[in-house]
């Protein structure tokens, strides 16, 4: 008699390695569909029978860690299936981050990435200290300044230029080429892209609400508020960034240098986008550590921590900085915050921020996949 | 953990669908409502959770339903599956009451989407879930706790106290403890028996032990066992049950959607001796789907092998398992552990039996075979492209047919004709009312839901007059 049984077929049961463990979903996923309408993931892999590691770096990166789809399993543990997506895929996530690291001897950098984070941040920290204590009179440094370019007076403003534009150029550089790697991963042939429904689906979180009930992070209940930390976070982080693009415009091009009125744009910007960038990634935090334990995937929760920490206290230092800069801690706020964004610029690329642009790129391949089919 | 030294006004026995409508309904209409579910939570609700769509009469599309499906249309359906073998009142007042189940459900929190990807023959006749029948039951049961239900999971009734058709209290085991549930009207919402491999053997004989069950372990009949002894009419054939082919690799309970396999069509079918024993190419899912379960438990042993060639591996639905394969059909039959002369000699005479014609899967289409027995009738390929594949399939049993007999206030009736005062059912346990034989896709989940949402707001009224 045939034993149905044995190992002589090959088991639907976990077996090793996280890409197996997600080709092992997939293959259940794809003959059930019951979660076709909660996001793009599941339509993307209906598209497909088989999959590749490409295929699957692709579906891990497409998902947006909703929940909902773990919840609404009737295969999840304590089903022997085992079907755990969401925590699967973030697995996946986090490997494939590593493997896209530009240059390669680097991606050992997302192996322990909160304490690479936080190393980084700490030594960008001191490093801006020592400088400025170096280099200026304790009266200068402890000083109270006032009027333009007060903030010159601790550092040199060539100097600020000089420094952050290397370290802002090397990370685009960087991201760009594990942009590279990424793409030529999950899209080995070349196919049109659909920037426009990427730029939509991404800029509104369109994955991020569970297919309309909500997105579930604690349990079953759909009243998850990632989405909304995340639009505050990520608009928070663009106004931040919208509010150095004027000020540079307003130095080289009309000569007005900082610190600016309260009511001048990039002052109105920055401090309306540090609130989100306050709000936002504590909110992040938060959730984070309310999530259930059955989805977490561990080995990426110091990535996370550390990349929302680095948002949340260039943020704090950045409005402390506002609100002291006419006292004598302008000077010491000014290196911290300098640190802590000079920390959050080299990192970029080692950092959890890639999951933005490779999710990105992901919802680009999907929005041409969705029209071709 | 509830007061149970209170009597509830409903006390629902099951955690399905239909025990959720009938305990929100009932909430709803001012009872206090007591839901004794067997299963542990993750396992709660039978097998709604493996289901994914409603099969409702509707006028008009709607924003998920590509055209009208009209309630003569779903009568003539009904008519169909079942031969008749149907009660017209109870079914027709289902049918009737289906139309304003979508948008009562919608109003439980229950979303819907398009049809699934593989599911387009039901886009105008079937309403989906969002997120399938697990996401359905999450809807519900939040709910149904907002309102103020009280939920116990891990809940076995192990005893009925009735008193000539009057149902006074429930005797209920958790926790290692048992306790006594008083309450004023009972619904029971807990299943069939499908689960109950002693039960089925009843009927089947050791054949039973070939069953794989493809839904809930929990329904083991315990409750429908004890309303029949306490004088509740039954309804249904006993010995019947729905069942269709699944792959043979299946755990034994609770495999679920995954490991159907609907390739029947693209080969043919061969049984422990290398023997082929039904025309593959009688007709379409979902005809088909539901008579290949029947034959293969009619088949020695319960099993039997669906053999096709390179030409159709990627014409259907994947499934859960990959398909066995070799290079020649012998080698094949040797993994299959079929005799190899027998398997080559029975693709042979299939292959030589094959007409020319144009292939068509949409269609009845004229591929078929001639001077063969059992003939295929349509979609009929020689098999000659290698490599070879086969999946093994035993009879899933989905659910049983026998159940308590209601009225259309989902009121039990007991043996004398009387409908009971205060005992009601909804769900599979007295589907066979309307389902008599057959099946239709997303039907038990219409039963289940109108008959739940009405003996709530029976059960509820019952108690407060």
């Known amino acids: 008699m045939l034993d149905l049984t044995s190992a002589a077929y090959p088991s639907p049961l976990p077996a090793g390695g996280n890409l197996a463990e997600a080709e092992r979903l997939m293959t259940i996923c794809n003959a059930c569909r019951y979660c076709e309408g909660l996001c793009a993931v599941f339509p993307a892999m209906e598209l497909r029978r088989a999959f590749t590691p490409g295929d699957l770096n692709y579906l891990a990166n497409l998902c947006h860690s909703c929940g909902a789809c773990y919840y609404d399993c009737q295969f999840a543990t304590p089903h022997e299936f085992a079907v755990n997506v969401p925590q699967t895929l973030a697995a996946v996530r986090a490997d494939s981050y590593a493997a896209y690291t530009w240059p390669r001897f680097f991606s050992g950098a997302f192996r322990r990435n909160g304490l690479t984070i936080s190393l980084a941040a700490a030594l960008s920290v001191a490093g801006f200290m020592m400088a400025f204590m170096a280099l200026n009179d304790p009266a200068v440094m402890f000083g109270t300044h006032v009027g333009q370019g007060a903030f010159y007076k601790i550092m040199p403003h060539g100097a600020m230029v000089a420094i952050f534009g290397a370290a802002f150029l090397y990370s685009l550089l960087a991201l760009a080429m594990g942009f590279r790697l990424f793409w030529k991963d999950v899209s080995p042939s070349a196919h049109a892209v659909s920037l426009w429904e990427a730029v939509k689906d991404a800029s509104q979180l369109r994955y991020l609400d569970g297919g309309g009930v909500g997105c579930m992070n604690e349990n079953d209940k759909p009243r998850d508020r990632r989405r909304l930390y995340h639009h505050l976070t990520f608009y928070g982080f663009w106004l931040c960034f919208a509010s150095t693009t004027v000020a540079t415009i307003y130095a080289y091009g009309f000569g007005w240098h900082a610190p600016y009125r309260i009511t001048d744009f990039p002052v109105v910007l920055g401090t309306v986008g540090g609130i989100g960038l306050v709000i936002g990634p504590i909110g992040l935090l938060l959730a984070k550590r309310q999530r259930d334990p059955a989805m977490v995937e561990a080995s990426q929760t110091g990535m996370d921590t550390g990349f929302i920490v680095m948002l949340l206290l260039t943020s704090i230092t950045g409005l402390l900085l506002l609100v002291l800069r006419a006292t004598p801690a302008m000077g010491t706020l000014l290196a911290l915050h300098l640190g802590f964004v000079f920390g959050f610029f080299v990192t970029m690329p080692y950092s959890k921020f890639v999951h933005g642009i490779y999710r990105f790129g992901a919802l680009v391949k999907y929005a041409a996949e969705r029209k071709a089919s | ?465």
């Open chain 2, 1 to 465: 953990m509830p007061d149970f030294t209170r009597r509830f006004d409903v006390l629902i026995i099951g955690g399905g669908n239909a025990a959720l409508c009938a305990a929100i309904s009932a909430r709803r209409a001012g009872a206090s409502v007591l839901v004794l579910e067997g299963a542990p939570k993750f396992y709660r609700g039978g097998n709604t959770r493996h289901t994914r769509n409603m099969r409702c009469a509707h006028d008009t599309a709607t924003q998920h339903l590509t055209g009208p499906y009209t309630e003569d249309e779903f009568w003539d359906d009904l008519k169909r599956v079942t031969q008749g073998h149907t009660d017209e009142e109870l079914a027709r007042f289902t049918i009737a009451q289906s139309k304003e189940m979508l948008s009562w459900i919608g109003e439980q929190g229950v979303r819907f989407q398009p049809p699934l990807g593989g599911t387009l023959s039901l886009g105008r006749t079937n309403s989906f879930f969002l997120g399938g029948g697990r996401a359905m039951l999450n809807a519900l049961y939040l709910t149904a706790e907002a309102l103020g239900v009280e939920v116990v999971y891990d809940a076995e009734v192990t005893d009925l106290d009735i008193d000539d058709g009057v149902f006074l209290s429930a005797t209920a085991v958790f926790g290692g403890q048992s306790v006594n549930v008083r309450a004023g009207a009972l619904v029971a919402a807990a299943g069939g028996f499908e689960a109950n491999i002693e039960w089925l053997k009843q009927y089947w004989g050791a054949a039973a032990d070939n069953f794989l069950i493809r839904g809930t372990p929990y329904n083991r009949g315990t409750i429908l066992r004890m309303l029949l002894d306490h004088g509740v009419q039954e309804v249904g054939d006993p010995t019947q049950c729905h069942a269709v082919a699944i792959d043979a690799r299946s755990p034994r309970f609770d495999g679920g959607i995954i490991t159907r396999l609907d390739c029947v069509v693209f080969g043919v079918v061969l049984n422990k001796h290398a023997e082929r024993f039904y025309d593959e190419g009688e007709d379409f899912w979902p005809k088909r789907y539901a008579i290949w379960g029947r034959l293969i438990a009619g088949q020695p042993d319960q099993i039997a092998y669906i053999v096709f060639d390179a030409k159709s591996l990627n014409a259907f639905m994947p499934s859960l398992y990959p398909p066995i394969t070799a290079p020649t059909i012998r080698e094949l039959a040797d993994r299959l552990e079929l005799d190899p002369d027998r398997a080559d000699a029975t693709i042979a005479a299939f292959n030589s039996a094959v007409v020319p014609g144009s292939f068509d899967h949409t269609i009845l289409d004229n591929c078929r075979t001639e001077g063969l027995t059992p003939p295929k009738t349509h979609w009929a390929l020689p098999l000659d492209t290698p490599p070879y594949y086969a999946y093994p399939v035993r009879p899933g049993i989905t659910f049983t047919y026998l159940g308590t007999r209601v009225n259309r206030d989902a009121r039990m009736i007991m043996n004398s004709g009387k409908p009971s005062a205060n005992m009601f059912s909804a769900g599979e346990i007295m589907a066979g009312n309307v389902l008599g034989r057959g099946y239709a896709a997303g039907i038990g989940m219409t039963i289940g839901s109108v008959f739940g949402r009405v003996a709530g707001r029976t059960a509820a009224m019952t108690v407060r007059n």
